[in-house]
């Protein structure tokens, strides 16, 4: 289900000087020059589509084939459905290395394209795994995650404009905020060898590993980690049964609903939160909460990958 909703508030204390008594022959003041501004260096501006569902793709050309494919922050690097892999002309190879979904799917199986297209962006021979086409929806070609197609640039993701903005990295380290100027929260991340993103949050106010992660629509949190680290339960106050969730289309998962109450990263509040609970009766007490594109898409992100840093603001902050 679509998750939206959740109010933003990005609260900061900001203090001002007290006035200072004027003097009442004051020598002239010497021009100071302008401060120097640093310029971040734009290397492309892509648009960004919104399905219906809150999903945002990219439009691409494989190959001579078009289509959309799912922008995913928690994606296994460049994934294409089977149903759009059979109409290529690469051959299918075992990947270097295998991966077993929750369920038990293995996706050890890739195929060498010959050019993919994005915008300006031309990609020559990427090499996609390639999934089931029950795991990847008809209407899609498949997944990306930015990292995997573009690992030298610094991401921006700003969901009210539709974009996905690329920037050489190391060019202002602690100063890549332009759209704003009021206050932001800037985040340590941890990047694997995926690009996945994990920062900690403060979930009512108990800290707790978080994957941004935009391919997931709904934001979930295992049970048995939300039991660990917060201390709630099937018996909780204000637990309740929500009937269950289908995890890659093989695992049933009891779900719960908790009425959450803040989530925050460094000052940067997201209030009443929509986090679904789930029990897959395999879980872990270190599993991150997944934080999904309903409460994603109400931040405007900026992923700087040569800091280990994300910068928050909230999504309409100008």
């Not at 002309?89 to 996706?107: N, S």
Request: aromatic content about 8%.
């Amino acid at each position: 289900m679509r998750k939206l909703g959740a109010l933003v508030v990005l609260a900061f204390a900001v203090f001002c000087g007290g006035a200072l008594a004027e003097d009442p022959t004051p020598a002239p003041a010497p021009q100071s020059p302008p401060e120097k501004i640093c310029q971040l260096s734009q290397a492309g501006s892509l648009d960004l589509k919104t399905s219906g569902t809150g999903m945002v793709f990219l439009d691409a050309d494989l190959d001579g084939h078009k289509g959309r494919f799912l922008v995913d922050t928690g994606g296994l690097g460049l994934v294409l459905s089977s149903s759009v892999a059979q109409h290529l002309q690469g051959d299918l190879h075992r990947t270097a290395f295998g991966v077993r979904m929750v369920g038990g799917v293995d996706l050890d199986v890739e195929i060498a394209a010959k050019r993919l297209q994005i915008a300006n962006f031309a990609i020559t021979a990427p090499r996609f795994i390639i999934v089931r086409y029950d795991t990847v929806p008809l209407e899609e070609m498949g997944i990306i995650q930015p990292h995997a197609l573009w690992p030298s640039y610094d991401i921006e993701l700003d969901f009210v404009k539709g974009k996905l903005n690329l920037f050489l990295p190391d060019q202002c380290p602690g100063h890549v905020v332009y759209w704003t100027h009021d206050a932001y929260a800037s985040v340590p991340m941890q990047a694997d060898l995926f690009g996945h993103l994990t920062v900690q949050a403060q979930l009512d106010g108990n800290t707790i590993d978080t994957l941004l992660d935009t391919g997931a629509q709904t934001s979930t949190a295992s049970l048995r980690s939300v039991s660990h680290n917060l201390d709630i339960d099937e018996r909780t106050q204000g637990m309740k049964a929500a009937g269950s969730i289908n995890f890659n289309g093989n695992v049933e998962a009891k779900r719960y609903r908790y009425p959450f109450k803040t989530l925050s990263f460094e000052g940067l509040t997201i209030y009443n939160p929509n986090i679904e609970i789930a029990d897959t009766g395999n879980d872990s007490r270190h599993d991150p909460l997944v934080l999904g594109i309903g409460v994603l898409r109400q931040l405007h992100l900026f992923i700087a990958y040569d800091e280990d840093r994300v910068y928050l603001t909230p999504a309409e902050a100008h």
